[in-house]
């Protein structure tokens, strides 16, 4: 009965929201699912790496058990789990320079205007939630900018983390941010932050393993997250959820290599003028210009690692609400 109901009511939003046949059969069957962002393939890694990274991160959810959801906008039309097709269109598009970067105010404008968007934490964690999938895997988190006093520069995520009840995991948030001011502004706006790891361990810096801010909450495995995620969407708390997975030792890179790189492209943003939504896109891209490549790599890495840790959680959570 309640798979029927829930069925219809997918097909409603379908008029609006296009939802894959095998997706709308595993929401309503209760089969995990792991929504995954687009904005990272058309604005956030290079190409061929964004394909093959998208297409990787998908059979690694698979092989976890669960089924993956790669959102994005295609002709303007919101849609929730691509065709191999779509990536590699989608990928082809951005190589042109012809897809939108799309958060929660770019969301309209896309489909008025039958744009190509790659949506971000922002806009992926919106359209998962309308199709109703709880937990979302990525690389790193957008937050508040380094400077963000005087540019009030602050990643559309944080807004979304606080009012959409959806669970990310990420490798914390993007190094080239002020992580301690993003963990205020998270605490400000009511979103649930907890690094994997013993009570203590620091929140991870992306392509590190420690920021060297504290975390608010630590958890163990995927069992404790999913019910903190539980017990927060039963109470109908309606904010989101960050959980933070330092990438593997294997990976990660060193700290004081890694800030001095930032501080390098930084500089060269402000000499450029480089702000608004282009400013994370061309740091991830000097970024992985000085380290010649090596970023990308580790970015790909810590992506699959954090999508099984995904799908690990979205299985406990099936679980917990059957
Ligand atoms: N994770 C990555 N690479 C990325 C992103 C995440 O490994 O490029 C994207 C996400 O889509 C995130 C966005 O929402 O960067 C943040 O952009 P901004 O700082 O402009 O809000
Ligand atoms: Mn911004």
Same mark, same amino acid.
């Given at each position: ?7 219809q009511l997918l097909k409603r ?123 979302? +895997? %990525?690389? @790193?988190?957008? =937050? /508040? ?5 005087? !540019?009030? $520069? ?39 932050? +907890? %690094?994997? @790891?013993?009570? =203590? /361990? ?5 392509? !590190?393993? $420690? ?32 959980f933070c997975i330092p990438p ?9 290599? /890694? ?46 690692n954090n999508a099984k840790v ?13």
């Open positions: 009965m309640i798979a029927r109901q829930f069925s939003k379908s008029h609006t929201l296009s939802i894959s046949n095998e997706l709308q059969h595993a929401l309503a069957g209760k089969t995990p699912v792991v929504a995954l962002e687009s904005t990272i393939i058309t604005h956030g890694l290079p190409f061929p790496q964004n394909v093959e990274m998208a297409l990787q991160v998908e059979k690694v959810i698979r092989d976890a058990g669960a089924v993956p959801a790669t959102i994005a906008f295609i002709n303007g039309k919101p849609k929730v789990g691509l065709t191999i097709n779509e990536i590699e269109q989608l990928a082809d598009y951005a190589t042109r320079g012809d897809v939108n970067k799309v958060s929660r105010r770019d969301i309209a404008y896309t489909i008025g205007n039958n744009l190509q968007g790659g949506t971000t934490i922002s806009g992926t964690m919106i359209l998962a939630h309308l199709a109703g999938i709880k937990v979302f +895997a %990525t690389g @790193g988190l957008g =937050g /508040v900018h380094r400077g963000a006093e005087v !540019t009030m $520069d602050v990643s559309a995520d944080l807004e979304e983390l606080g009012r959409t009840p959806v669970a990310v995991v990420c490798a914390g948030p993007k190094a080239i941010l002020d992580i301690e001011k993003t963990m205020e502004y998270l605490e400000t706006k009511g979103c649930m932050v +907890a %690094t994997m @790891g013993s009570r =203590g /361990v620091n929140v991870p810096g992306f392509y !590190t393993r $420690d920021s060297g801010v504290k975390s608010p909450y630590n958890f163990n495995d995927a069992k404790d997250a999913a019910k903190i995620i539980h017990a927060g969407n039963k109470l109908g708390l309606n904010s989101g959820y960050l593997p030792e294997s990976i990660a890179l060193d700290d004081a290599y /890694v800030e001095r790189i930032i501080l390098k492209a930084s500089q060269k943003a402000n000499e450029l003028g480089i702000k608004g939504k282009e400013l994370t896109p061309y740091l991830l891209s000097e970024i992985a210009k000085i380290t010649a490549g090596i970023s990308v790599k580790t970015n790909v890495e810590f992506v699959l995904g799908a690990d959680i979205a299985k406990e959570l099936n679980g917990l609400n059957q």
